[in-house]
Each structure stands twice: as structure tokens, then as C-alpha cells.
T-cell receptor, first 114, second 116 residues
């Protein structure tokens, strides 16, 4: 069982669709992360939210739009994606800035863009 | 910026054998953390073991142990009595001390296959 829950597990979308990925944690963590992972590659950091504020955006295209409604929830809104955006999207959480806690990851959402 | 290097793209051993995965890193910081994460086909990234750079003693978690050589910037993972369930991608990762909001820097990973 994972303490970070991601939905959906799989998502297939066309290039004109709008969809959202959701992530939830109830460990009281104050930092949440989105990573993108291609097959047989390490995860690449996309966004970091610290205390519900966006603290890191790793030059991600604007077709990816993160949102942190509260300290337990993290969304990733998708619009006008390209086939090369097909990947595993991992959410993670940690205690956050000033703490030395490891990241806890969810099971990921497998995204396919057609 | 820090870098993490895993030089073994794939390794294969027989069940019950001992295997060592290598990891080297480069940083100018003196306080940091190192991790090994396991990613089985189920996709979830699972924390295997962590090492604080200020601790000289090598971390151990059951069958998993590390050989941390700070001067050499080396952080290898030893898996004893390997089991079929150990088959997975293994990623070495780095985090600055207090940098919990900066995320992890990962190596490219080692695909470990345990043969029956």
C-alpha cells in the first residue's frame, strides 16, 4: 500500500483533450512534487510545491499546469499535449524545506497521448 | 549542481547470491543525504535505504546495506541473499541537507534481474 495516492492509474487522451491528474497524501507533508518518467529512464523533476506555493518549475511547457488546492492535494492539469508527453507521471511528498525526510512516491499515472 | 552516476545499466545474478550496485556522485556540499530507491514493474518508487553524509557508519536495512565512502564520493548498495522479488530498477539519489523542497537528483538507474 502506498501513502501517496494517484488517480487515474492509466489515462489515454487525444492532443485536443483537457484532463487532470490527481495526487493525495495524508501524512502531513508540506512539500509535494510532480515527476515525469520515460521508460527505462530516471524520474525528471517538473514542479515542487512547498507550503502550497509553487517553489520550483523546471521549465515545463505551459501545456502542463500544476495546482495545489490544499496541503494534501496536488493536481496536474493537461491541455493540448503532444505524443512525446506520453510517460509515467509520479507524484511524491516529503516533510519539506528544512527537513531531511525522503520523498514518498505514489504509484504513478501512465499517460498515453494519441 | 550535483550529479549522480550509475555505471551499470543492467546486472543479472542468481537467486541467493550477493550483488553490489555502484553509485558515484559529485557535489561541493558537505551536508547531504543519499538514497537508494527501488522501482519494480509495479511502478512505485520504494525507498530502500538512506545514508546521512555526516554519519560514518554505513546504513543497513535487513538484507540491504551500503558502502559509503565520502572522500571518494561513492555510495554502493549491497543486496545479500538476493530474492526474485528484488528484480527491479534501482536508482541512486542525492538530496541536499535541508533541501527537502528541492527534490531528488537521480542517477540513470541499474536494472537488476534475479534469476531463479
Amino acid at each position: 500500500d502506498t501513502e501517496v495516492t494517484q488517480t487515474p492509474k492509466h489515462l489515454v487522451m487525444g492532443m485536443t483533450n483537457k484532463k487532470s491528474l490527481k495526487c493525495e497524501q495524508h501524512m502531513g507533508h508540506r512539500a509535494m512534487y510532480w515527476y515525469k518518467q520515460k521508460a527505462k529512464k530516471p524520474p525528471e523533476l517538473m514542479f515542487v510545491y512547498s507550503y502550497e506555493k509553487l517553489s520550483i518549475n523546471e521549465s515545463v511547457p505551459s501545456r502542463f499546469s500544476p495546482e495545489c488546492p490544499n496541503s494534501s492535494l496536488l493536481n496536474l492539469h493537461l491541455h493540448a499535449l503532444q505524443p512525446e508527453d506520453s510517460a509515467l507521471y509520479l507524484c511524491a511528498s516529503s516533510q519539506g524545506q528544512g527537513y531531511d525526510s525522503p520523498l514518498h512516491f505514489g504509484n504513478g499515472t501512465r499517460l498515453t497521448v494519441t | 549542481a550535483q550529479t549522480v552516476t550509475q555505471s551499470q545499466p543492467e546486472m543479472s545474478v542468481q537467486e541467493a547470491e550477493t550483488v553490489t550496485l555502484s553509485c558515484t556522485y559529485d557535489t561541493s556540499e558537505s551536508n547531504y543525504y543519499l538514497f537508494w530507491y527501488k522501482q519494480p514493474p509495479s511502478r512505485q518508487m520504494i525507498l530502500v535505504i538512506r545514508q546521512e553524509a555526516y554519519k560514518q557508519q554505513n546504513a543497513t536495512e535487513n538484507r540491504f546495506s551500503v558502502n559509503f565512502q565520502k572522500a571518494a564520493k561513492s555510495f554502493s548498495l549491497k543486496i545479500s541473499d538476493s530474492q526474485l522479488g528484488d528484480t527491479a530498477m534501482y536508482f541512486c539519489a542525492f538530496m541536499y541537507s535541508g533541501g527537502g523542497a528541492d527534490g531528488l537528483t537521480f542517477g540513470k538507474g541499474t536494472h537488476l534481474i534475479i534469476q531463479p
